[in-house]
């Protein structure tokens, strides 16, 4: 079963990167990096994802099959409204204070604002996108009726999916035009976090 | 009188002598008179044949007054706002005849009949990459629009014209070309150093593919594209759709009249447009490029104010700089800015290659008798500068930007002289 899981990560990580790339990409080209720096957001990045899993893995092993009356469509799609209007603020927040950072509420922000931290609650959001591969495997776990279980199926999900985000790793590398990528990525935050909240988030709930 | 004179007045930097003018001209016309003229001869409609020849005239007659004065930036403009003008009522007419209604409908959508757009190119190539479905409604073939045709023409023009197509093949850009050149001189000021104003098309790009991305779905079509306005708008159902019909209604008038008007730079295509910034990307692939001759350039920052997409700055100029900002769209304002004919059309690839081989020719021929020498000169002058980067560059995208007019420009045209006859736009 774990082995599954493994394999299950590895074959849908492609739809894993749809559901994260718009996240991760922006945000995290969006902050001056060196490799030290690149390296602990990116590992941040990773163990919020991999707590999401966790606690899905966990909470859905535990509640076994009485889950599966819940997991209709319409809960997936209010869950799924209400990741994106909380990520679509956070994206706000953090577009705002890059390319505001002269008014009072940017100012305020950045006060507790630490890239670090940040990395690790959108890792957290991430991991629980509820991407398509992301109900295959709770649909698989929920079967099982057990907490443990639950965790280390997700784990090896995670390990699979993981695979994909490997680049993440790199953009410290980027030398050549890295001002600009910069400039880039952080109007892209303000405009992606308009879209989510907005337009994935509100919008699809009206 | 001074009219045409106005109208025929010769840039000394960039004419071509009359022999090349004729030369490319003849070509141009048989090139016109294959996509515009062929089909409406055999057409035992007059109005139809009426509609070949005005396009067959106008087209030929442009192109021959681009290369003869050399004022290129205004008799490109002349073309490409053409090309915008003609191309909604052919569109809108032909949406009325095929649906009965401006608007596609869920059922429309799902049939694929939508017609495939340039600008969504960037769109649908990571979710393609991905799930291997094209997530734009139109048709793989069978119609001028469909995702093959067009994806054909955009990849010939993109390895000719690269960046150039926003200035000479897309028909949605004339909008606010034209109307950045409406005023002499702008209302409102916009700093040519801002990099936020000038990347922020490359931040579009970025969105809209990451949008696109996570939904599977086209959403700058959906929610942002300011062209739906003039072409198939969102029926106004539901909320929902109220609030992208007003999108589309402010970012119509507010990129494509307001700005461009008021600051004289082209809103719309610098900083919205995701295809114009990929274009930015890919002109890496084209065999043209716009350069600087730094011994030429005087540094007097003329050219820096004109350029509508902020490809020029200081720090371009100042910095001795070969090259403009890649969100130059070659569209030739810069050159007639220029008092030092600085600034020109150049081949991507072959710069490495100094010595110019007419020259060479030329010196050889001192010993000749002077009539010999002055035939053979001609001949090599005029071999010259029909090679010369300035020549292909226009040929090749003025026709390529024909060849795009081609699918509906001659059906407004007809459309419109039926209109005046039989008091009818629509042909059916």
Do not use: W
């Given at each position: 079963m774990i082995f599954e899981a493994l394999l299950l990560g590895l074959s849908s990580g492609t739809y894993c990167i749809i559901g994260c790339a718009p996240i991760a990409i922006p945000v995290f080209f969006s902050e001056s990096m060196n490799r030290k720096k690149n390296l602990i957001s990116g590992l941040l990045f990773f163990a919020g994802r991999l707590a999401g899993y966790l606690i899905f893995g966990a909470v859905m092993g535990?509640?076994?099959?009485?889950?599966?009356?819940?997991?209709?469509?319409?809960l997936k799609r209010t869950l799924s409204n209400y990741a994106y209007i909380i990520v679509g603020l956070l994206l706000i927040a953090s577009g705002l204070m890059y390319n505001f950072p002269r008014l009072k509420f940017c100012t305020k922000i950045k006060k507790i604002y630490k890239f670090e931290a940040w990395a690790l609650i959108y890792g957290l959001l991430t991991g629980l996108s509820f991407c398509p591969p992301f109900f295959a495997a709770a649909a698989r776990v929920y079967g099982g009726a057990d907490s443990i279980n639950g965790i280390l199926y997700f784990l090896a999900f995670f390990l699979g999916t993981s695979l994909y985000f490997l680049p993440l790793f790199g953009?410290?590398?980027?030398?050549?035009?890295?001002?600009?990528?910069?400039?880039?990525a952080r109007i892209v935050v303000l405009l992606m976090g308009v879209y989510f909240f907005l337009f994935l988030g509100i919008f699809n709930a009206l | 009188m001074q009219a045409l004179s106005n109208l025929l007045k010769r840039d000394p930097r960039t004419k071509l002598s009359i022999t090349s003018t004729v030369i490319l001209t003849v070509l141009m016309a048989l090139n016109v008179h294959f996509f515009h003229l062929g089909s409406s001869l055999q057409d035992k409609d007059i109005i139809s044949t009426i509609a070949g020849w005005i396009m067959f005239l106008f087209l030929?007659?442009?192109f021959f007054l681009l290369l003869y004065t050399g004022n290129i930036s205004k008799y490109r403009r002349i073309f490409f706002v053409a090309s915008a003008l003609l191309f909604f009522p052919a569109f809108i007419a032909g949406m009325y005849e095929t649906f009965g209604h401006m608007y596609l409908t869920e059922e429309n959508l799902i049939e694929n009949t939508a017609s495939y757009c340039h600008i969504v190119t960037p769109m649908v190539i990571l979710p393609y990459v991905f799930t291997k479905t094209i997530i734009f409604p139109a048709r793989i073939f069978s119609s001028a629009a469909s995702i093959y045709g067009m994806l054909i023409i955009w990849l010939l023009a993109t390895l000719v014209s690269g960046k150039g197509f926003c200035s000479w093949i897309c028909f949605y850009g004339g909008w606010d070309d034209g109307i950045s050149g409406i005023r002499k001189k702008p209302l409102l000021k916009i700093d040519p150093e801002n990099k936020k104003i000038r990347y922020f098309g490359f931040a579009m790009l970025a969105f809209v593919v990451l949008a696109s991305l996570i939904t599977l779905t086209v959403m700058y079509c959906e929610w942002l594209c300011p062209f739906?306005?003039?072409?198939?708008?969102?029926?106004?159902?539901n909320l929902k759709s109220f609030i992208a019909f007003a999108i589309f209604v402010l970012t119509f008038f507010g990129l494509v009249v307001v700005l461009p008007l008021i600051t004289k730079k082209r809103f719309q295509c610098l900083t919205f447009c995701p295809f114009g910034a990929f274009q930015s990307l890919l002109d890496k692939l084209s065999l043209?490029?716009?350069?600087?001759d730094t011994e030429k350039c005087t540094q007097c920052l003329r050219c820096i104010s004109v350029c509508p997409t902020l490809a020029l700055s200081k720090e371009i100029i100042l910095?001795?700089?070969?090259?403009?900002?890649?969100?130059?769209t070659k569209c030739g304002e810069c050159f007639k800015a220029c008092s030092q004919g600085a600034i020109g059309y150049a081949f991507a690839h072959f710069e490495k290659y100094k010595k110019n081989p007419f020259e060479k020719i030329i010196s050889k021929l001192e010993n000749h008798p002077t009539l010999i020498k002055k035939i053979v000169k001609k001949i090599v002058f005029t071999v010259k500068e029909l090679l010369s980067p300035q020549s292909l560059f226009i040929f090749s995208s003025y026709t390529l930007g024909m060849i795009i007019m081609s699918a509906f420009?001659?059906?407004?045209?007809?459309?419109?002289?039926?209109?005046i006859v039989n008091g009818s736009f629509l042909f059916q």
């Open positions: 535990a509640l076994g099959a009485f889950t599966a009356s819940y997991l209709d469509p319409a953009i410290h590398l980027i030398k050549k035009h890295a001002q600009n990528f910069m400039l880039i | 030929v007659t442009v739906k306005l003039i072409t198939e708008y969102t029926q106004v159902i043209y490029r716009v350069r600087i910095g001795k700089k070969t090259k403009p900002h890649i969100t130059c420009a001659r059906s407004t045209v007809h459309r419109t002289i039926n209109l």
